[in-house]
């Protein structure tokens, strides 16, 4: 079954330094990006991170410092990929928790503001989850009846692979409705107001903690009360955009 879009969605998925949002790096990144009228445009690139990639990583993915040190870093192609990114949705696998922050992260490094409020994220991961509990490679073959094979792990081939497996996924589940915006919620964990799932809503739609010793309280209020906990947030290791949607909230609840 093909997706019925309203604008343009990117399939994408990223090989990386590490697992860390606040300090790991691109190393390459895959785009799939589906139009409305069914047209595909794939683009794949690596990148240079700007450090060293760890043996671990390599493993993984199989990409060396070799392999990319002639390549450009974030900061020169953000620009460029900005504009391939706008006005798109986003889809991908285990996207939500890790590969969009990521971004956002590199995006932020880079000095490129990208607005990623009002888009609609599609994690094929957590559909899978939801009903069949496998990895990508069982899900590409439960759905798909194909093979990763040696390919599992390379940033494009796992790209096309989740745009594969959610189509398959329409045609399987008559309970899964042709459209991003339904999908988009199906397939979250939960709305959080940073990537990295911080910071929360509550029932009356104020941002709440969602970690610590504050979990559950709204953020104006404790920063209101502790200003410190403003200041350690920013110092501390969190992610840039928390701590983007953090200062938001400050400024916006000293203007109101």
Known sequence: ??????????????????????????????????????????????????VPIPK??????HITDEDVKDCPTFRQIAKSLKEFLEGCDFGGFNSNRFDLPLLAEEFLRA?????????????????????EERTLSAAYRFYCDKEL?????????????????LKAQLDRYPDLENDVEFLSKYS???????FAG????????????????????????????EPSYYDWMMNGDFPEYTKRVITEIKIRSKMG
């Open 1 to 50: 079954m093909e997706l019925k879009l309203k604008r343009p969605i990117v399939f994408f998925d990223l090989e990386t330094t590490g697992v860390d949002i606040s300090r790991d790096r691109i190393v390459e990144i895959s785009m799939a990006k589906v139009m409305p009228d069914g047209e595909l445009i794939v683009r794949t690139r690596r990148i240079n991170p700007t």
């Open 56 to 61: 671990e990583a390599t493993a993984i993915h």
């Open 111 to 131: 000095g490129v503001d990208i607005n990623l409020k009002n888009r609609r994220y599609i994690d094929v991961q957590n559909i899978f989850h939801k009903k």
């Open 149 to 165: 094979g040696d390919a599992a792990h390379g940033a494009e081939a796992d790209t096309l692979a989740t745009y594969e497996v």
């Open 188 to 194: 979250s964990r939960g709305e959080t107001a940073d």
């Open 198 to 225: 911080r910071i929360a809503y509550n029932d009356k739609g104020e941002e709440v903690f969602a970690f610590g010793k504050y979990k559950g309280q709204p953020v104006a209020k404790v920063f209101e009360r």
